[in-house]
């Protein structure tokens, strides 16, 4: 019962990214061939209210699920490890027409061939982790 609030709200976030049509694969391939200002306009708004949310979450020390201060901790600045993960995320984005969010949004609308592709995502997600401490971070 305890965690019915995020229930909540990943309904309401499935909602939300149905209709702003941000699940839809026309209007993603339409952002990917610019043509289209819609997804640009859902991915600013997005950064926006994260870069909004980080400060709020900095200036008022809030806490996570289980009272635990939330750290920010500083990232090596590296142009190249952005320009890879960037290309690979891109590409499965491209190719598949979905990011995480509206992938699973999508397979609960009834598009259930991006069952295969949320399994590669897990698979890519968990092979991510067996080699991270590999990786140049």
Known sequence: MKYIKFIILGIVFGIVMSKSEAISWYRIQEMFRFQAFHMYGIIGTAVTLG????????KFQVRDF??????????????????VGGTIFGLGW????????????????????????????????????VVKNKLPH
């Not at 870069?51 to 900095?58: H, R």
Request: hydrophobic share 50%; net charge positive; aromatic share 20%.
């Open 51 to 58: 870069v909004i949310g980080v400060f709020l979450i900095k």
């Open 94 to 129: 491209a190719l598949s027409g979905a990011c995480p969010g509206p992938m699973v949004v999508n397979i609960g609308y009834g598009y259930f061939a991006l069952i295969v592709v949320f399994f590669f995502a897990i698979v890519g997600t968990y092979l991510y982790g």
């Open 66 to 83: 289980h009272d635990n201060p939330i750290q920010f901790f500083p990232k090596e600045k590296s142009i190249f490890r952005y320009l």
